[in-house]
């Protein structure tokens, strides 16, 4: 499996911006599907933004316009670059890769980088 690691996380201001990555430990052409998810205090995790090995992209609602999931192949890296942040943004955001092995569909998830937005 995958192993995917998070960065970029942190405290910023309202209408601030922020970009977060992930890390995986094999490149990322070999995974179909690469996203990010968030998830704050007592709520479920819910889907941000997904990005396909086809570069096909899929947001929320609630982040299009504001937030762009972009993937650089040779550093086996996806991004999410987001701006115009408000304070429901703050959660933990988790980076999650699904892909074939062994040819059955697997999953892995990163351990989650916090963002709080709040002045």
């Known amino acids: 499996q995958v192993q995917l690691v998070e960065s970029g996380g942190g405290l910023v201001q309202p209408g601030g911006s922020l970009r977060l990555a992930c890390a995986a430990s094999?490149?990322?052409?070999?995974?179909?599907?690469m996203g990010w998810y968030r998830q704050a205090p007592g709520k479920q995790r819910e889907l941000v933004a997904t990005?396909?090995?086809?570069?096909?992209?899929n947001y929320a609602d609630s982040v299009k316009g504001r937030f762009t999931i972009s993937r650089d192949n040779a550093k086996n890296t996806v991004y999410l670059q987001m701006s115009s942040l408000k304070p429901e943004d703050t959660a933990v955001y988790y980076c999650?890769?699904?892909?074939?092995?062994?040819?059955?569909?697997?999953?892995?998830w990163g351990q989650g980088t916090p963002v709080t937005v709040s002045s």
């Open positions: 094999e490149s990322i052409n070999s995974i179909n599907t």
């Open positions: 990005i396909t090995k086809g570069s096909s992209t």
């Open positions: 999650n890769a699904n892909f074939f092995a062994n040819f059955f569909p697997r999953e892995a």
